[in-house]
């Protein structure tokens, strides 16, 4: 079992809708979990991250994270073209060590 | 304001030749990372570095080994490439407790 699952996707939103990127992860007793944006042919770069249970809003972007059920997600509001991207779920392990998902490819259509 | 630097974006290799991957962060980090991102298996991390001097095997060690020598710097080595370790190369560093890694640019290694 993958420690952290992603949608590959492509997931296609038009401008301006809300894009909802879905991740699971199997260690029940991860600690926090961060979301980072990957550009084609480029490095990640970190989003957010979250440690509580419930929402945490940042900009345009909201983190939901959901201990019991094991899931996270990142919504993005007010889609805008420059937000396609691949999308990489995070999950930090013991001793700082992250285990990432394969990522969601996200185009946003003009 | 260029924080982790990898020496090389793309390299091109020979099967069996010895290669060096250079990485430098300027933010005084205690841990560093080396990860490998291929298509469809996302990033998996290879070796990684708590401490100077300090190196310790992620989940695909085979075939590389680490060097730490100073903070600001850690070094991934091809002891003997091979075509099967073709792919982009990611340095990652962060401050112990962490709050989110910063990755260098990746370097695209290509063995032939």
């Known amino acids: 079992q993958k420690e952290v699952e992603q949608n590959s996707g492509p997931l296609s939103v038009p401008e301006g809708a809300i894009a909802s990127l879905n991740c699971t992860y199997s260690?029940?007793?991860?600690?926090?979990f961060f979301w980072y944006r990957q550009y084609s042919g480029k490095s990640p770069e970190l989003i957010m991250f979250?440690?509580?249970?419930g929402d945490k809003e940042d900009g345009r972007f909201t983190a939901q994270l959901n201990k019991a059920s094991q899931y996270v997600s990142l919504l993005i509001r007010d889609s805008q073209p420059s937000d396609s991207a691949t999308y990489l779920c995070a999950v930090k392990k013991r001793r700082d060590q992250f285990y990432f998902g394969t990522g969601t490819s996200l185009t946003v259509i003009p | 304001d260029v924080k982790v630097t990898q020496s090389s974006r793309y390299l091109v290799k020979r099967t069996g030749e010895k290669v060096f991957l250079e990485c430098v962060q300027d933010m005084d980090h205690e841990n560093m990372f080396w990860y490998r991102q291929d298509p469809g298996l996302g990033l998996r991390l290879i070796y990684f570095?708590?401490?100077?001097?300090?190196?310790e095997k992620g989940d695909i060690p085979e075939g590389y080994s680490v060097s730490r020598e100073k903070k600001e710097r850690f070094s991934l080595i091809l002891e003997s490439a091979s075509t099967n370790q073709t792919s982009m190369y990611l340095c990652?560093?962060?401050?112990?407790?962490?709050?989110?890694?910063?990755f260098g640019s990746g370097t695209r290694l290509t063995v032939v």
């Open positions: 990652a560093s962060d401050r112990r407790g962490s709050y989110g890694y910063t």
């Open positions: 979250i440690y509580s249970n």
């Open positions: 570095s708590y401490d100077v001097k300090m190196k």
């Open positions: 260690d029940r007793g991860s600690q926090s």
